[in-house]
């Protein structure tokens, strides 16, 4: 089986992991401000603050803004639940807006007709690695007093008219779990360039401490603190931080590999009947993941035709508008409710052989060739 996803791990990886076992450090210390030094260098921001999963780095971003729970928080229903339920976490209620079909990110007339008194944040995910129109967000937050929090889980290297993703909004949240294009194992970062926020942020990441942090980064532990906010244990250790650490070095060959599969795919599927492909970008996009729309209502007959000639093959992902969990918050998305039932996600990895891709291209070729 040719798996959707599969991270690109391997001996430097284990060398850099093997120092912190020498170190005898294994928590949070110097290798996670070694770390975050090397994120905020290839962004080009001001403030890293290192967390060990992209939930944590959301739920910490929000609860920093202290919302309440009349506080509305824009956000499209086509993501990972994690988004929605960092909302709920921090107190606010997720308003779902509808997607652009061409892109799958946030449409922004239908954001705009959703603001209310209430609305607090924005949150634009950056669906795939292809950014939001951050000029048109920018632009409503620059006339009210709304925050831009950007769900930029898939997005870690791509770039909006030049500059990387991570400087525009006011927090912007990355997710290094197995599967993105630079993995700690697990783990999350927070990007901010207000310092006050900054600081708070690093105090609610440890447990509203706020004298450790420093110690911590020298590989020491101080027995004398200040409780000053409420936080939680969302550091990231010296561990997660050491894989990161390797895969940054790596970070570019990663994404030209992802983009040189896609041109295969975008190539062999352009023009085919039954298939349409997604707008993308690829001089600024980062490519998370490898998605087509499948027309007709074939897609979940293609799914299950895949898998069992071993192709794996998914969905990124089921609305959260429709989850039962999240009923209360229901409402009418019709772009989403159609298109998610034509997307289907393909393998896409750094690893992938020639073989691979020539297989998944010739099984869905052959799989329209039967229809």
Wanted: proline share 4%.
């Amino acid at each position: 089986m040719i798996p959707i996803a599969r991270p690109s791990i391997g001996e430097d990886e284990l060398t850099e992991i093997k120092k912190v076992f020498a170190s005898g450090w294994l928590g949070m210390g110097s290798v996670v401000f070694e770390f975050e030094n090397a994120i905020k260098g290839y962004l080009g921001v001001k403030y890293i603050i290192a967390v060990n999963t992209g939930t944590s780095a959301l739920h910490i971003a929000l609860d920093a803004l202290n919302l309440e729970t009349t506080d509305e928080v824009i956000v499209p229903s086509l993501t990972f639940v994690a988004s929605i339920q960092t909302i709920i976490a921090a107190g606010a209620r997720p308003v779902f807006c509808d997607i652009d079909p061409n892109t799958l990110n946030m449409d922004i007339e239908d954001v705009k007709r959703r603001i209310t008194s209430r609305t607090k944040v924005i949150m634009p995910v950056h669906y795939g690695g292809l950014p939001c129109d951050m000029e048109a967000l920018l632009d409503i937050a620059k006339n009210s007093s709304v925050r831009i929090v950007e769900d930029a889980a898939h997005a870690f290297g791509s770039s909006y008219k030049g500059k990387r993703i991570g400087a525009f909004g006011d927090i912007t949240c990355f997710s290094f779990d197995p599967i993105k294009n630079l993995t700690c194992g697990e783990g999350g970062a927070v990007v901010v360039n207000d310092e006050d926020l900054a600081a708070e942020i690093m105090r609610k990441r440890i447990l509203g401490i706020d004298k450790d942090t420093w110690q911590r980064y020298k590989n020491k532990r101080s027995w004398v603190y200040e409780v000053v906010t409420t936080g939680f244990r969302y550091h990231m250790s010296n561990i997660n931080a050491a894989i990161g650490l390797a895969q940054i070095k790596k970070l570019d060959r990663v994404l030209e590999k992802k983009r040189q599969i896609i041109r295969e795919y975008d190539n062999a599927f352009k023009g085919m009947s039954g298939i349409e492909l997604l707008y993308r970008d690829y001089r600024e996009t980062a490519p998370f993941n490898y998605v087509i729309k499948v027309k007709n209502n074939k897609r979940d007959k293609l799914l299950d035709y895949l898998n069992k000639n071993g192709v794996g093959a998914g969905i990124n992902y089921i609305p959260n508008h429709i989850q039962p969990l999240f009923k209360d918050f229901k409402v009418k998305l019709p772009v989403t409710e159609m298109v998610w039932q034509e997307i289907i996600s393909l393998p896409l990895y750094f690893d992938m052989t020639q073989t691979d891709v020539t297989t998944v291209i010739e099984q869905v070729k052959k799989f329209f060739a039967k229809k």
